[in-house]
């Protein structure tokens, strides 16, 4: 497991235009773990359609930014430049590899089963009491309690 705060990729000390990171993700698809490409282009000075073709008239240019992508998909921007960028971003879902990803999910998904189990067994414990419960006669007491009120209740013209 990756440290939350420790980025997937190296940087050189300078920037370098159209530097190119890229780094895996987990994200979910109809409930389904699984990990996804991501990657951020740094870029010194770049237009909008140098970025994204698809970025329309008024988008503002990229000074000292890096352009954030999933999959080939534009999603953002940063600011404050070359490294400033990634500091205190959250890297706990970002791996450098697909391979660190997968077991990444794959350990996940085991401690989700665990938990499960755990309900599971909780929930078969009350059954089985609640079973239990059937199995013996109600006591005295209860059946007085339950006899009264459903005389009070005819008393009170109230139907079940």
Not at 54 to 83: C, H, K, M, P
Not at 136 to 154: G, Q, T, V, Y
């Amino acid at each position: 497991m990756s440290s939350p705060y420790r980025k997937p990729f190296t940087l050189p000390n300078d920037p370098v235009d159209r530097f190119e990171v890229r780094w895996w993700q987990i994200g979910f698809v109809a409930n389904q773990a699984i990990p996804r490409p991501a990657r951020a282009v740094y870029y010194v000075r770049a237009t909008p359609s140098e970025v994204d073709p698809d970025l329309g008239e008024g988008a503002v240019d990229f000074l000292d930014q890096w352009a954030i992508y999933e999959g080939r998909r534009l999603v953002g921007r940063t600011s404050n430049g070359w490294a400033v960028a990634w500091d205190g971003y959250h890297w706990n879902d970002c791996f450098a590899t697909w391979a660190e990803a997968v077991v990444a999910i794959e350990s996940r998904t085991i401690s989700a089963l665990g938990r499960a189990r755990a309900e599971v067994e909780a929930l078969e414990a009350v059954l089985e009491q609640n079973r239990a419960l059937s199995r013996i006669d109600p006591p005295e007491a209860l059946l007085e309690a339950a006899s009264d009120a459903a005389e009070h209740r005819a008393r009170l013209g109230v139907r079940r």
